[in-house]
């Protein structure tokens, strides 16, 4: 079975600063990562994930995460953050089967 | 572009009132989700569907029932609706091989008063 925490429920950041959002999963097995964005009032999108190979991966709009297989997290990045990157963050976890274990969510607050 | 849709975007239903909730996919994935998504308790997984007429529980099936009797189609039903089923309900769907990824739909809030 698997489990992810997400250590912070929310995070205020001003724009144009970076911010991270952390990840810690558990798993007794290799594992694929994702992350997931919400926008108000949306349903949940794919932002990036982890299969295998390079440990980092990137998004299109700037956002990059790790994979640390030893600290067993997968944190997200940006170096930079816009107004529109206002949203809830979700990491989720597959041990290979059809299910995906979601965190609880990080609410990414931007301010001008 | 892929798509995942859901019957509604809001609902508002009365104490004790059946209650359907359909999702549609057009990628022709085998699997399928139903979430409930609450303040500070992420997703949780109502009951997922593997197949036409297939079926699992998920975390959450207390009071919820689902059918798919076709493969691009997953209803989600309350049999008799209570307040504390309020919720945002998200339906998603996947391939059943390949990297897992879940396809989301907008969401359904569901009212019950």
């Known amino acids: 079975a698997q489990s992810v925490t997400q250590l912070d429920s929310q995070v205020p950041v001003f724009e144009e600063a970076p911010v991270e959002l952390r990840c810690n999963y558990s798993?007794?097995?290799?594992?694929?990562l994702f992350w997931y964005v919400q926008y108000p009032n949306q349903g949940l999108q794919l932002l990036l994930k982890y299969l295998s190979g390079s440990t980092l991966v990137e998004s299109i709009n700037g956002f990059e995460a790790e994979f640390n297989k030893s600290q067993t997290s997968f944190h997200l990045r940006k170096p930079s953050v816009h107004i529109s990157d206002t949203a809830e963050y979700f990491c989720a976890v597959s041990g290979g089967g059809n299910m995906l274990t979601f965190g609880g969510g990080t609410r990414l607050m931007v301010k001008p | 572009d892929v798509k995942v849709t859901q019957s509604s975007r809001y609902l508002v239903k009365r104490t004790g009132e059946k209650v359907f909730l359909e999702c549609v996919q057009d990628?022709?994935?085998?699997?399928m989700f139903w979430y409930r998504q609450d303040p500070g308790l992420g997703l949780r997984l109502i009951y997922f569907s593997y197949d036409v007429k297939m079926k699992e529980k998920g975390d959450i099936p207390e009071g919820y029932s689902v059918s798919r009797e076709k493969k691009e189609r997953f209803s989600l039903i309350l049999e008799s609706a209570s307040t504390n089923q309020t919720s945002m309900y998200l339906c998603a769907s996947s391939l059943v091989a390949g990297e897992r990824e879940q396809y989301f739909g907008p969401g359904t809030r569901l009212t019950v008063t």
């Open positions: 990628m022709d994935h085998e699997n």
């Open positions: 798993s007794s097995v290799s594992v694929y």
